[in-house]
T-cell receptor
Framework: KNQVEQSPQSLIILEGKNCTLQ??????????LRWYKQDTGRGPVSLTI?????NTKSNGRYTATLDADTKQSSLHITASQLSDSASYIC???????????FGAGTRLTVKP | EAQVTQNPRYLITVTGKKLTVTCSQN?????MSWYRQDPGLGLRQIYY???????DKGDVPEGYKVSRKEKRNFPLILESPSPNQTSLYFC???????????????FGPGTRLLVL
């Protein structure tokens, strides 16, 4: 079964620091990869969407990278803010079925 | 404002008592879906709908029903809820079928359900 694995499960950083979240997947054939931010008690909100031909995409302080050969993606957060505290979810789509496979998420806590 | 709304946001019920969670979107989206989210697991799709009167099972459809009589509404029905359906439920919509097209999927605020 196609899988999306995220690491770490949780992460604590100090305000102002950078961090990188990882996503490895086995979904094939690959269509696109999305990163979502989910605040506690709220629905996920889309940050980036990348197709297999894109290596990087930015959204403000969030930069996602994709290596379709190694089936890895990362989400880099620059100059973290307290409001970045949330779960970050990686979602990978299959070309043939359009099924979306969700990772379990990384819980990020930014402390002052 | 473009949005997906769900009601109720919180619900406590007892085993076997039928309930309906409503979902509505105001973006004229064709594709709508329901997910459940449990601790330590990714969102899992329950049912989805490609358009009016077109629905299909997702990964975990057992114990749930849906209907899509109007484009904007996609209610989730639990005919006989059981404690293992205690979860956080999200409705989502996108212009067309999510996944292959790369369309942005918009999520509702979630419904937290407790079945005693």
């Amino acid at each position: 079964k196609n899988q999306v694995e995220q690491s770490p499960q949780s992460l604590i950083i100090l305000e102002g620091k950078n961090c990188t979240l990882q996503c490895n997947y086995t979904v094939s054939p690959f269509s696109n990869l999305r990163w979502y931010k989910q605040d506690t008690g709220r629905g996920p909100v889309s940050l980036t969407i990348m197709t297999f031909s894109e290596n990087t995409k930015s959204n403000g302080r969030y930069t996602a990278t994709l290596d379709a050969d190694t089936k890895q993606s990362s989400l880099h957060i620059t100059a973290s803010q307290l409001s970045d505290s949330a779960s970050y979810i990686c979602v990978v789509s299959d070309t043939w079925t359009s099924d979306m496979r969700f990772g379990a998420g990384t819980r990020l806590t930014v402390k002052p | 404002e473009a949005q997906v709304t769900q009601n109720p946001r919180y619900l406590i019920t007892v085993t076997g008592k039928k309930l309906t969670v409503t979902c509505s979107q105001n973006m004229n989206h064709e594709y709508m879906s329901w997910y459940r989210q449990d601790p330590g697991l990714g969102l899992r799709q329950i049912y989805y709908s490609m358009n009016v009167e077109v629905t299909d099972k997702g990964d975990v459809p057992e114990g749930y029903k849906v209907s899509r009589k109007e484009k904007r509404n996609f209610p989730l029905i639990l005919e006989s809820p059981s404690p293992n359906q205690t979860s956080l439920y999200f409705c989502a919509s996108s212009l067309f079928a999510s996944g292959g097209g790369g369309e942005t999927q918009y999520f509702g605020p979630g419904t937290r359900l407790l079945v005693l």
